[in-house]
């Protein structure tokens, strides 16, 4: 949502209404571990298809990362802390 309030044209993946991924497109993608299997497939696909890769995640090394053009590593944090984990 805040990136539309920025004016940028934005989709979820697995929206009935997002479209295609092109190349020039940015996917954003969250995954902790880097392995999740769907997601991966997913990064795959866009990258296949010419798309541009930034992750967030809490692993230095991954399957996901090593094909992203942007890796962001956060912080590992308990649990407790993260929702959604």
């Known amino acids: 949502?805040?990136?539309m309030q920025l004016?940028?044209?934005v989709y979820v993946v697995g929206d009935a209404t997002t479209p295609s991924i092109h190349r020039?497109?940015?996917l954003i993608v969250i995954s902790g571990s880097g392995e999740t299997k769907i997601?991966?497939?997913i990064v795959f696909k866009a990258k296949e298809a010419g798309a541009r890769i930034f992750l967030l995640t809490t692993h230095t090394s991954s399957s996901?990362?090593?094909i992203s053009d942007l890796v962001i590593v956060?912080?590992?944090m308990p649990q407790a802390l993260l929702p959604l984990r």
């Open 64 to 66: 996901i990362g090593d």
């Open 1 to 3: 949502m805040r990136l």
């Open 24 to 26: 020039g497109d940015l």
């Open 39 to 41: 997601t991966y497939h």
């Open 7 to 9: 004016g940028l044209t």
């Open 74 to 76: 956060l912080p590992d």
